[in-house]
């Protein structure tokens, strides 16, 4: 958490209008980090962000006014643990059962010129993301995952954790 100073971002719709925030913006998109204030601060800006990697380890976010003379707000939130550690179960995306001929085929029926016109970039992606996961929704069948792999994304698997382990070294190197 702290003070991040970017006050163009729109954390609703994922925008920003400088460059430095919208690099901002894909640093934490890029890392799957979460922002979890809601309300805007500091005269419609959110400048003071509580960032997570994990949805639902933060909660009961409120902010309490500003200290002394500052424009900045305190911001008073709860860090959420379970009492014991408990092995959940995820739905994932089954792409070995996917249907990728009828999904290449629903995606290749949107009317993209009508279906674009006169919209910006934001819009644009919306609408498509919408056609997107209705065809994902339809060609792609769910799993259930359960067990100590809930924890990580799907597509890790021990192959590609090893690379990024083997990257970071070098890295650190």
């Known amino acids: ?31 799957f980090v979460l922002q979890v204030i ?18 639902g380890l933060v909660g009961d976010v409120k902010l309490k006014g500003s200290l002394g003379y500052s424009d900045h707000e305190m911001v008073e939130f709860e ?11 995820l739905t994932t995306l089954d792409f070995r059962r996917a249907d990728f001929g009828l999904f290449r085929d629903l995606l290749g029926r949107i009317p993209r010129d009508k279906a674009l016109e006169g919209r910006g970039a934001q819009d644009s992606w919306s609408a498509f ?23 990580r994304p799907a597509q890790m698997n021990k192959e590609l954790l090893g690379k990024v382990k083997h990257k970071k070294e070098a890295l650190l190197l």
């Open 38 to 55: 809601e309300e805007p601060m500091s005269r419609g800006a959110m400048l003071d962000l509580v960032l997570t990697n994990k949805e």
């Open 129 to 151: 993301k919408g056609h997107l996961f209705q065809a994902q929704e339809r060609c792609i069948p769910t799993k259930r995952k359960s067990g100590r792999n809930t924890q």
């Open 1 to 31: 958490m702290g003070n991040f100073n970017h006050p163009d971002t729109c954390w609703r719709d994922n925008t920003a209008g400088h460059k430095q925030s919208r690099r901002f913006l894909e640093c934490d998109d890029d890392n």
């Open 79 to 89: 860090i959420l643990r379970a009492a014991r550690r408990v092995h959940g179960k």
